[in-house]
């Protein structure tokens, strides 16, 4: 609909008109505050670390030295700034918070030019009676949508920053799981590589023993068999090492081990915290948070849904020339789609129904992350138990077991059999002593995970 006015008439109206237009292109409600949950440390937002973590991915990278011990912390920094993983996430926030910029944007104004009346016949042959108009439109968008979808959008923006988090701690009890599997298959090749010094040290003294015919040619065939099946147990060991250290490289975005050796510890092994304790902080989990960001963003989409079936108002105005008989005029006009069949109908029950998927999904994942939270805290136990029966009771006598029986063997008292299993059962339980502790601390990393870091008292 145009209407057009004298211009004494329509000078007040393109006055109203403007002022309209910029109130409600400044208008708008602020960005309500999203429920904020610091991370484990307490020191930096989700939204700052990943941005760290995007202008991490760019930075060039300074080589590591192939030869040096590799410490846990170098490890965990090395992954938390080199982790390609880490690096899409990071940028994938780069793009909600570009398009939570783009969500807050105003439509842009419209300028239309038309002239009428010219190049016909008779008095419109030229352009003596054409009219020339020139009109500047701008839709107003009603209902507060702009505000919705900027929310919307800005909400999105928290759920990829707390993806980000979630993924950082991934990361992270990955680093801590694979360094302490490469420690302990470099305690195992340690282990083994005794384990065959002391076999070939029995099969040279079972072979003097045999020379001198005080002893069965037979012993020296069981020492040759104890020594070929240590050397074999080394042969894994070893194969497991070099697994073990490619797994950690990979952590970092690396195809092959760039590092020597892994340095110290993972960490100690202490008694296992209270589980209601960490049942009680689950719920500061990234996932669980990014979850409930998710749903206030469903419920922000149903809200600006609703919004949609108000139509929007577009408004003009703008300069009329007649070249006959020369006069000018401003004109002002205004259009409002009728919502006779179009209410946005589907769209709104669409986000009706993603909404109640989201709720369901956090529930789901809630439940996930109970079961995990279980499991790992179960094998934590488990594990603590075993590592606290070896080192106290079953190791030293063992240990005690073995000395006692290979002094006797030189001394006439026991059989070269009992000093091979002996050996045998001493190996198997320090070996499964390196693994209790690698298990352990496997689960203690998933725990980590779980209760976003937070260090839980024993």
């Known amino acids: 609909m145009r209407i057009e006015r004298p211009a ?10 403007t002022t309209g237009l910029l109130v409600t292109a400044h208008a708008g409600p602020a960005r309500a505050a999203s429920p904020e949950r610091r991370p484990s440390d307490g020191s930096v937002a989700p939204q700052e670390r990943a941005t760290g973590l995007a202008r991490d991915a760019a930075r060039p990278r300074i080589l590591p030295q192939p030869d040096a011990p590799l410490t846990l912390e170098e490890a965990l920094r090395r992954a938390l700034e080199e982790s390609p993983v880490l690096a899409a996430r990071a940028w994938g926030l780069e793009g909600h918070n570009a398009r939570a910029i783009q969500a807050g944007l105003l439509p842009n104004p419209e300028l239309e030019a038309e002239t009428e009346n010219f190049a016909g016949s008779g008095t419109f042959s030229g352009f003596g009676a054409s009219e020339t108009t020139l009109t500047l439109a701008q839709r107003l968008e009603t209902a507060g949508k702009r505000g919705k979808r900027r929310r919307a959008a800005e909400l999105g923006a928290d759920v990829a920053a707390w993806e980000v988090e979630a993924a950082r701690l991934r990361v992270i009890e990955q680093v801590m799981s694979a360094f302490a599997t490469v420690v302990a298959a470099q305690q195992a090749v340690s282990v083994t590589t005794e384990q065959v010094e002391i076999a070939e040290s029995s099969q040279q003294a079972t072979r003097r023993l045999v020379d001198a015919g005080a002893a069965p040619a037979v012993e020296a065939t069981r020492d040759l068999v104890a020594v070929a099946t240590a050397r074999i147990d080394r042969v894994r060991a070893v ?40 049942r009680a902080v689950l719920v500061q989990n990234p996932t669980l948070v990014a979850w409930d960001q998710e749903v206030a963003r469903r419920e922000a989409l149903v809200e600006l849904e609703d919004a949609r079936r108000i139509p929007d108002v577009t408004a003009a105005a703008g300069f009329r020339w007649h070249a006959e008989p020369d006069d000018a005029a401003l004109v002002a006009g205004f259009s409002v789609p009728l919502p ?26 809630e439940a996930t992350l109970g079961t995990e939270l279980e499991r790992a805290y179960q094998e934590l136990s488990a ?30 008292l026991f059989r070269n059999t009992d000093v091979l299993q002996a050996q045998r059962t001493l190996v198997e339980l320090r070996l499964r002593e390196i693994d209790a502790v690698r298990a352990y601390h496997v689960a203690r990393a998933a725990l980590e995970r779980l209760t976003a870091g937070r260090q839980v008292q024993p």
């Open 383 to 412: 594990r603590h138990e075993e590592i606290v029966e070896l080192r106290d009771g079953i190791l030293p006598a063992a240990r005690d077991a073995f000395d006692g029986v290979r002094d006797g063997y030189r001394r006439g």
């Open 239 to 278: 194969r497991d090492l070099e697994a073990a250290r490619v797994e950690l490289s990979r952590t970092w975005g690396s195809a092959t081990a760039d590092f020597a050796e892994a340095a110290g510890e993972v960490g100690p092994v202490t008694s296992p915290p209270v589980l209601e304790d960490l």
């Open 8 to 17: 004494c008439i329509a000078g007040p109206c393109l006055v109203l008109l």
């Open 340 to 365: 006779l069949f179009d209410q946005n109908q589907g769209d709104r029950a669409a986000a009706r129904a993603d909404l109640r998927r989201a709720r369901s999904e956090r529930r789901a994942a």
